[in-house]
């Protein structure tokens, strides 16, 4: 099986878990399948799996060598600016940008040999449906969040409708969980039998799991101090502002708990005017983006990692935290809350549940520690290589009735 996939980032060079997603399916798959990974631009990147990766910075086109920044996460409003001032791409808007990564994905299909195409998220799906229509192909559109989870339903139609015209035009979807499946079924009108659910999972070789607890925590921790982690996005699909009101909650019956929130996002400034106006500041450490050894630090330090998503696609901090030997408490609103049993579950906006099940695991030293040894292994469980292999299956399926 020869496959052509089509993401917009690849760690090192990401800003949140989709390029973690991509980055261990490709590996997974690498065995499987002979994989060529396109990128929009040329990155210093090293994959570290039996597959090409190459950059939409193709030659002999009209547009060529263009230092894109198609990323992740990042409104119109927002690129315009930086291309504005920082002068770093050619497209003025965020959907020029997308449709120039279609044109030259088109351009790519009509000189590489594949089987298939695979493509992540709707920065992605246009040059998906390019590279079919040049190639003819079967598409297969990943979906790994939608235009609703990342609002709280406040869509940017626009987005929307790309979304839903990749979907539409994709021989076979990818969701990432059951909970992605039903906003397909109920705000895209998706015919259920054209939605496959292949969950994430994890790569163990991927993180610093022996490395040393952040000395000023631990520092922290030896004078009775509990922490209390928050990874991801601090924008409004991460229930960011859920997470404060409940440690204002635990607070007032444990002092002695620190919030350590790791990330950056949209609602960092609102997040800090919160924790300051609810006068908890002295409670909370804001670190910014982390990754690498760094994040399995803050991962250790933790006595608890809680998620409290409004809408989680999958969620794989979950799972990282997991690893790391760190309990967690997730949002019922989540993927990852299909496959993990061995981790405690409130819906996001109860927040008197949310700090009872903290204080619970921060007080009872049996609790810690059997979610601990018990999510640990179940975590490890959740791995790429099936992930892999229900996509070989997919794969295999179209292309024998295409």
Known sequence: MKVLMFGWEFPPHNSGGLGVACQGLAKALGQYADLIFVLPKKLDIKPNGKFKLISADIENISLKFINSTLIPYITSEKYYGLNRNKKLVYGQTLFEEVERYAELAGEIAKKENFDIIHAHDWLSFGAGISAKKASGKPFVAHIHATEIDRTGGNINKQIYEKEKEGLEYA?????????????????????????????????????????NTDLGLKKLKSLGFKIVLFVGRITIMKGPDYFVRAAQKVLKYNPKTLFVMVGSGDMEGQIIDQVADLGISDKFFFTGFLRGADLSKAFKAADLFVMPSISEPFGLTALESLIHKTPAIVSKQSGVSEVLNQVMKVDFWDTDEMADKILSVLKYKSLHKEMSKNGEKEASFCSWESAAQKCITIYNRLVINH
Request: charged share 20%.
């Open 171 to 211: 021989d076979r979807i990818i969701s990432v969980s059951e909970f992605t499946k039903n906003i397909l079924l109920n705000h895209y009108q998706i015919h259920p039998e054209k939605i496959e659910v292949v969950h994430n999972g994890i790569d163990l070789a991927n993180y610093n799991l022996s490395v």
